[in-house]
C-alpha cells in the first residue's frame, strides 16, 4: 500500500505543484506595422500610412454582421477622438469583405470618424471578431485581443507613455 501512495505522490506531484501558478501570457507574436497591408478607406476619414511613424496605432478588425463588432464602434470613436492629440491613431478594417453601403450606414448609426477600410489585411491569428491590435511608437505589436478585455485599454496606455517621452 505504501509502495502505491508513494507513486501516486511522485505522478501527481507536477499537478499540485503548478495548480497555484499564475497562467502564462502567450508569445506576442513579432509583428510590426509595416508588414500590416492597409486597404482602401471607406469613409471619408483621412489617412496617411506614413503618418503613422512615431504614433500609437490601434487597429480593429470587425464585421457589419458582428453585433459585438457594432457595440465595440462607439467605444473606438471615443477612444480615437480623446487619443489623437496625445499621439494615437484609431483604424478599423472591416473584415467581412462587406459592401460600401453596408459599412457606411453602420460608421454612420454608430457615428464613427476614424478610417475605416476595406481589403486590408492584418497578418495576426484571431480568434474571431472584434479582435483589436495595439501597435506601439516603434511600430511593434505590443497587444492584441478582445476590445471588451481590461488589458486591452492597459496597452493603449502604456504605449503612450512611449509618447510623452518622446
Known sequence: MKKYLTFAAVALAPFFLNAKEKPKEPAMPDLVLDKVTFGN??????????ALAGKVVVIE?????????IASLPEMQKMAKSGESKGLVVVGFEAQNSPKEAILKVLKDARVKYPVMSGAN???????????????????LAWHGHPADEKF???????LKEVEKK
Open 122 to 140: 492584418l497578418p495576426l491569428a484571431a480568434d474571431g471578431i472584434p479582435h483589436v491590435a495595439v501597435f506601439n511608437t516603434a511600430g511593434k
Open 153 to 159: 485599454k492597459s496597452a493603449v496606455k502604456a504605449a
Open 41 to 50: 478607406v471607406v469613409n471619408e476619414a483621412d489617412f496617411d500610412a506614413k
Open 61 to 69: 478588425l470587425w464585421g457589419v454582421n458582428c453585433a459585438p463588432c
